[in-house]
């Protein structure tokens, strides 16, 4: 009997803890500024990975909706002892899956991507207009300041033959974001 009486009683404290509301985080109308290191890759061409920056602004349209401005550059060793910067300006939008400590988003975004280097994976040109599908997962630690993780998908207009592209882009980012509440 004392066995049952535990267990109902440990049953019902994981059952408040569990199901006790947590605070929202998110605020309409809020800026937030944030920045990220990781790697990239172009899938296929035996680059392997480089690494890569993130910066990003954000502004809250509702507590779901976020417009993003991303820019990115990252290095990569396409040929024996040649390389090339990748350069990245998208925008776009991003929905939030949940709003409390944890905030799950998926998004889209349009951008121009640039190469500066010596060589460029085919099929690929000097200059690209594409899109950019964002996966990621931020942890709030207060309504100021957030860490996560983003994974992005690169797909280039230049290379409409496939779905993903001979040369399709990686990029993953460990991030920290400010939200100073202007």
């Not at 964002?134 to 207009?157: I, K, T």
Request: aromatic share 14%; hydrophobic share 45%; glycine share 14%.
């Amino acid at each position: 009997m004392a066995r049952l009486m535990l267990r109902l009683l440990t049953l019902l404290v994981v059952a408040v803890v569990v199901g006790w509301p947590g605070a929202a985080r998110a605020a309409e109308g809020q800026w937030h500024v944030g920045a990220g290191l990781g790697a990239a890759t172009f899938s296929g061409t035996g680059s392997g990975f480089g690494p890569a920056l993130g910066l990003q602004g954000a502004y809250e349209l509702t507590d779901m909706f976020d417009l993003h401005l991303e820019l990115s550059a990252s290095q990569h060793e396409l040929a024996p002892a040649t390389s090339t910067r990748f350069y990245g300006a998208s925008a776009g939008a991003v929905y939030k899956v949940d709003v409390i400590e944890w905030v799950p988003y998926f998004g889209l975004y349009a951008g121009v991507y640039r190469f500066d280097g010596e060589v460029i994976p085919t099929p690929l040109k000097q200059t690209e207009l594409g899109i950019a599908v964002p996966l990621g997962l931020d942890y709030s630690f207060s309504r100021s300041f957030a860490v996560g993780v983003q994974l992005r998908y690169h797909g280039f207009l230049s290379d409409p033959m496939s779905s993903l592209g001979d040369a399709p882009y990686f990029l993953g980012l460990l991030r920290a974001e400010y939200r100073p509440g202007w």
